[in-house]
């Protein structure tokens, strides 16, 4: 299935008088469809102008409104003609009146683009309508809705529109929000919920009439959650905005990526205009097909340069070609799923049409596999571009338990893992396991008898950069856990990730952001692990063969329900020289910890120290003890400082004499950032903390000399630290010089 997405690019910001038709950029912004009625949307710094495009005929007599409903914007309109000349430019509808209005009898068919905006003087934000009127013996007819009312789903809801942004707040006493949303057949569905304000980690979920998820949920960025759906008939789809930690208020869109079903083989022709100058399809392929997709020009001397990419639906690429007439990409589909083929034209000043075609042929049904066995170990490579992967097959029964490890053994791999059916039906996948770059799938339950398919690879599949050496370990059953001097059992029944944190005397912790102690602590399963490889029977076990005299601290903590608000039970064992100290069982709500605390005295004597309690962290002590985020150097990753959070916590692997260069660079607000290193344990190092970069900046940069083979923590935080009053988003980078 091909679906089609329309794209267009950025005008430049401008100053004193607008020029009449937009600087096109490289970087494209989506142009969304406008039909007859009216739509909401929001404009701020992040996004200071929207496109949208309706069909229209010649004769029609089209009326656009752009009013201000909050916030102090001052609306600004742009009507573009077929070819993306400007029509019509309007600011304030009459004086003393900010709103937007352009009315206009058209003289030729086709596709016109709307440009919602601000006056281009002082900055302005806030939400707008924007209502299109069209009348006339031209007039396209807005298509009879084939939906009935929408049904009982059994909860309190919204209805809302495509393009439409509506507003809400997550907090204990109201977890979740429900929106409904009418489509039809074939729709590929884009559901985007951002949080707006607090420290909510949202998750967004689609279900059908019967209550069951449909949609699949994009790898989350911080305060983001994307969900995808490709609507299986006409209907109403019920729209879950929840949360998997924290409150706060959100913004909730629905996109219509693309409505038009095309086929394979058949040819398709669009035209680009300074305007539009990237236009988007969806395939549906499976692993092992070969795509192949042409793209020309269908006019001489247009001056336009065809591009074809494709890319996965989060946007990351997979191939592209580029040519003076023509393009042609070719590639294999590394993974079953949807993906987008983008054509764009690489001089977007010009004009002109195009013509593109998608072939397919379908892969091998037998694809070459290593045939693997149980309990068993495989090395192997991953080497460039012409090996970027590597299959397994086994043969497995209904309802057995299967544990998948990958790890890399020697270059810079980054490993990835994928669990496949027979019919190449995707199972279960892992990219990073807790803080390590191996890759794990934890006593996975097979659905059925016949044969299994793993593929191993690396993070990107064909389009990553990762090569090395790797160790695939295929366990079957459950996992033998180790025993030790001391040990703690944590098991629950269900796909919510729980983790257990178990702190040693000397203040290190063992947990899945820190799986080992030079005092030989290890955490040895790890599951859930942020709800991409659910467990049927999810247990996760720490143990010391030898433990340090002193006391330990021992949380159960439920840091994601993975969708779920309801507590999770859970039962907890700690033996000392294999007697259980403490054997015990309770709930833990999302977000909230168990704690207890035991002893080891000399000779392996245990004492439980604490009954243990239910506490609920705050937002602060959430980032500073539930686990430091891996960062990896050449790496750049975004945060957040507000009111509840004023320090976060990058943890990286040194050696003794590496020299380090960290930035951290504000992106927003009135931050002034500060960063400091420190080894693990807490040990302070000598001079390692900067405030301002130069007299210039606020931004903050250290360069540092480890010294010795350990790991080390980021803190990246605001001059004060907790008195500090400084907030906003920042960006940090670790690099070796």
């Not at 900010?98 to 016109?112: E, H, M, P």
């Not at 507003?167 to 039809?184: E, K, L, Q, W």
């Not at 995707?426 to 934890?442: F, K, M, P, Y």
């Amino acid at each position: 299935m091909i679906v089609l997405l329309f794209a267009a690019l950025p005008v430049a910001a401008q100053t004193g008088t607008p020029t009449p038709t937009p600087t096109a950029t490289a970087a494209p912004i989506p142009v969304f469809p406008l039909r007859p009625g009216s739509i909401e949307g929001n404009i701020n710094d992040a996004q200071p102008r929207l496109r949208y495009s309706f069909e229209a005929n010649a004769g029609d007599s089209v009326s656009l409104l752009m009013e201000n409903t909050s916030g102090d914007l001052d609306p600004l309109l742009f009507l573009y003609d077929p070819t993306g000349e400007l029509l019509e430019r309007n600011d304030d509808l009459q004086t003393g009146n900010r709103d937007a209005q352009i009315a206009i009898t058209l003289t030729r068919s086709g596709t016109y683009t709307v440009e919602a905006a601000r006056f281009e003087g002082v900055p302005t934000s806030g939400t707008f309508r924007l209502t299109l009127t069209v009348a006339g013996g031209g007039a396209t007819p807005t298509p009879e809705n084939p939906l009935n009312r929408p049904p009982d789903f059994g909860e309190a809801y919204r209805v809302m529109s495509y393009q439409e942004i509506v507003t809400g707040s997550i907090n204990d006493a109201t977890p979740d929000r429900f929106f409904v949303i009418g489509g039809t057949q074939g729709d590929l569905v884009r559901v985007t919920m951002t949080r707006t304000s607090g420290d909510l980690l949202p998750r967004v979920r689609v279900f059908n009439e019967a209550r069951e998820e449909l949609s699949q949920e994009s790898e989350p960025r911080a305060g983001e959650s994307i969900a995808y759906i490709t609507l299986p008939q006409n209907g109403w789809y019920l729209i879950e905005a929840g949360r998997r930690e924290g409150e706060g208020n959100f913004d909730l869109y629905a996109g219509r990526i693309a409505a038009a079903v095309l086929e394979v083989g058949q040819a398709v022709t669009s035209r680009f205009t300074p305007t539009a100058p990237s236009v988007s399809y969806i395939v549906n392929a499976r692993l092992g097909d070969l795509l192949t997709v042409t793209m020309f020009t269908t006019e001489s001397n247009s001056g336009v340069a065809p591009e074809v990419r494709l890319l996965d639906l989060s946007l990351n690429p997979v191939a592209e070609e580029a040519g003076e007439r023509f393009a042609t990409l070719r590639t294999t589909i590394p993974r079953s799923g949807i993906y987008i083929v983008q054509a764009n034209n690489l001089s977007p000043a010009a004009s002109g049409g195009f013509s593109l075609r998608l072939g397919s042929v379908p892969g091998s049904t037998r694809l070459e596999a290593i045939d693997a066995r149980y309990n068993e170990q495989y090395q192997g490579s991953i080497d460039g571009y012409a090996a970027p992967l590597q299959f397994y097959r086994f043969a497995g029964k209904t309802g057995e338990l299967v544990t998948l490890q990958l790890n890399a053994t020697s270059g810079d791999l980054n490993p990835f893992l994928i669990l496949m059916d027979s019919d190449l039906n995707e199972l279960t996948s892992n990219d990073d396991a807790g803080a390590s770059r191996g890759a794990r799938i934890t006593q996975f339950r097979l659905p059925k008898d016949g044969e299994y398919l793993i593929l191993a690879s690396r993070s990107g599949l064909s389009a990553g950069t990762t090569t090395g050496g790797y160790e695939l370990a295929i366990t079957a059953g459950e996992i033998a856990l180790t025993s030790g001097g001391l040990t703690a059992t944590l098991r629950w029944i269900s796909g919510a990730d729980l983790n257990l944190f178990v702190t040693q005397p000397d203040g290190r912790v063992v947990a899945w952001s820190s799986p080992s102690t030079p005092s030989g602590g290890t955490l040895q399963i790890d599951s859930n692990a942020n709800c991409e490889t659910p467990s049927d029977q999810p247990v996760e076990h720490v143990f010391w063969g030898t433990p340090p005299v002193g006391d330990y601290t021992i949380w159960v903590w439920n840091q994601n329900g993975c969708g779920s608000i309801a507590p999770v039970e859970f039962s907890l064992i700690v033996s000392v020289n294999g007697t259980p100290i403490l054997n015990t069982s309770g709930r833990v709500p999302p977000s909230s910890r168990y704690e207890t605390a035991v002893r080891v005295g000399d000779g392996l004597q245990g004492f439980l120290l604490d009954e243990g309690s239910v506490i609920l962290p705050s937002p602060q002590e959430a980032v500073s003890q539930g686990g430091d985020t891996l960062i990896r150097p050449g790496e750049q990753l975004t945060g957040e400082i507000n009111g509840e959070v004023y320090a976060r916590f990058y943890q990286f692997s040194g050696t003794a004499g590496q020299t380090v260069d960290i930035r951290v660079e504000q992106l927003s607000g009135d931050l002034d950032a500060m960063v400091i290193l420190r080894r693990a344990d807490d040990t302070p190092l000598p001079d390692a903390v900067n405030d301002d970069a130069d007299a210039n900046t606020r931004d903050a940069h250290l360069v540092y000399t480890l010294p010795a083979d350990d790991t080390y923590i980021i803190a990246v935080t605001r001059f004060g630290v907790r008195e500090g009053t400084t907030t906003g988003q920042y960006r940090v980078s670790l690099a070796l010089p």
